[in-house]
């Protein structure tokens, strides 16, 4: 069983900066893809960056440029710098565990970008 923890969400406003992290325990992280996904109320969730276990990164469009997502394997952590936050990426943010076929969530954690 893997478990994920986010913290870092909050209130901020436009034009702000947040770094969300996720703890993970119980897995082998060091050879899982991490990610951040994102869910806005009424909305689906969709991915905003993903990390391989090699290290490769990739973002939805949308914050491409705004968005850095690392990971520390000695941590088992990832996370996500968040800049130049708009009204729009307003959602709660969940973590992802990938790995063979292992897929874990963490709980999410809220992100509100006030205008």
């Known amino acids: 069983q893997v478990q994920l923890v986010e913290s870092g969400g909050g209130l901020v406003q436009a034009g702000g900066s947040l770094r969300l992290s996720c703890v993970t325990s119980?897995?082998?992280?060091?050879?899982?893809?991490m990610g951040w996904y994102r869910q806005a109320t009424g909305k689906q969730r969709d991915l905003v960056a993903a990390?391989?276990?090699?290290?490769?990164?990739n973002y939805a469009d949308s914050v491409k440029g705004r968005f850095t997502i690392s990971r520390d394997n000695a941590r088992n952590t990832v996370s996500l710098q968040m800049n130049s936050l708009k009204p729009e990426d307003t959602a709660v943010y969940y973590c992802?565990?990938?790995?063979?076929?292992?897929?874990?969530w963490g709980k999410g954690t809220l992100v509100t970008v006030s205008s």
């Open positions: 992802n565990y990938k790995r063979v076929t292992s897929d874990y």
């Open positions: 119980g897995g082998l992280f060091r050879s899982a893809t």
């Open positions: 990390i391989s276990s090699g290290g490769s990164a």
